[in-house]
């Protein structure tokens, strides 16, 4: 699983309506928590949703104009909101604009989850626990932790550091046991304490871990875990 999430997974399975009332539920609570720029950003964007995406093929395959119209806005405002989606990773490029032909998106699922994670709570606590997904009590011969690493440098340590704020609590659990074997050909490869930890990592966070080492190493090519 490279580019669909496990969320994603979740939206095209046997409870893919509740997830999507879900997801754009999470949407709007982090509107309603934001100031005006967010919530017409985050508006447009559940309008775009609901009239245009394809949750089964992940595809949003919608013109500038037909968007602007949809809108209400000229084509510039919907070049430069779109744009903005990207840097959010809310929306991912899965083919650029060509002549006759328009630009693909995906859904950043796990982007717009681990934005909106904040706002939850505001919903309530059933809301919290679907969302997190199950909490797995693993036994305690199935982890073994590293020794406390050292403040880590580099990318895999600005995609730390940029994770412990959005989510300190799955950063601790998850991605700072982790140790970083070097970036091979933009390619990030990371060892896991244990091969519980590697399946459980790929299967959970994968999706968002790429979305983040994207941002910080050139010519990305993907992620890889395992285990010792």
């Given at each position: 699983m490279?580019?669909?999430?496990?969320?994603?997974?979740?939206?095209?399975?046997?409870?893919?309506?509740?997830f999507k009332y879900d997801l754009l539920t999470a949407l709007g609570a982090y509107a309603c928590a934001g100031d005006k720029h967010r919530?017409?950003?985050i508006i447009r964007l559940i309008v775009l949703i609901t009239a245009r995406y394809d949750w089964?093929?992940?595809?949003?395959?919608t013109g500038q104009r037909e968007i602007a119209v949809l809108w209400s806005v000229d084509e510039r405002t919907v070049k430069r909101v779109m744009a903005n989606y990207r840097d959010l990773?809310?929306?991912?490029?899965?083919?650029?604009?060509?002549?006759?032909?328009?630009?693909?998106?995906?859904?950043?699922?796990?982007?717009?989850?681990?934005?909106?994670?904040?706002s939850w709570e505001h919903v309530g606590v059933d809301f919290v626990d679907?969302?997190?997904?199950?909490?797995?009590?693993?036994?305690?011969?199935?982890?073994?932790?590293?020794?406390?690493?050292?403040?880590?440098?580099?990318?895999?340590?600005?995609?730390?550091?940029?994770?412990?704020?959005?989510?300190?609590a799955t950063h601790l659990s998850w991605i700072a046991p982790l140790r970083c074997e070097?970036?091979?050909?933009?390619?990030?490869?990371?060892l896991a304490p244990s091969g519980f930890h590697a399946v459980y990592l790929r299967?959970?966070?994968?999706?968002?871990?790429?979305?983040?080492?994207?941002?910080?190493?050139?010519?990305?090519?993907?992620?890889?875990?395992?285990g010792p």
């Amino acid at each position: 699983m490279t580019l669909k999430s496990r969320a994603l997974s979740k939206a095209q399975g046997t409870q893919g309506a509740a997830f999507k009332y879900d997801l754009l539920t999470a949407l709007g609570a982090y509107a309603c928590a934001g100031d005006k720029h967010r919530q017409r950003l985050i508006i447009r964007l559940i309008v775009l949703i609901t009239a245009r995406y394809d949750w089964r093929a992940d595809m949003l395959t919608t013109g500038q104009r037909e968007i602007a119209v949809l809108w209400s806005v000229d084509e510039r405002t919907v070049k430069r909101v779109m744009a903005n989606y990207r840097d959010l990773g809310w929306l991912v490029l899965k083919r650029p604009a060509a002549r006759g032909r328009v630009a693909c998106y995906g859904l950043g699922i796990d982007a717009i989850l681990s934005d909106s994670r904040g706002s939850w709570e505001h919903v309530g606590v059933d809301f919290v626990d679907r969302l997190s997904g199950p909490k797995l009590e693993p036994a305690s011969d199935k982890i073994v932790p590293f020794p406390p690493a050292e403040v880590q440098r580099g990318p895999w340590g600005r995609i730390c550091e940029h994770w412990s704020r959005m989510d300190p609590a799955t950063h601790l659990s998850w991605i700072a046991p982790l140790r970083c074997e070097g970036v091979i050909d933009g390619r990030l490869f990371l060892l896991a304490p244990s091969g519980f930890h590697a399946v459980y990592l790929r299967t959970h966070h994968l999706g968002l871990l790429e979305h983040y080492a994207s941002r910080e190493i050139s010519g990305f090519g993907g992620v890889e875990v395992r285990g010792p």
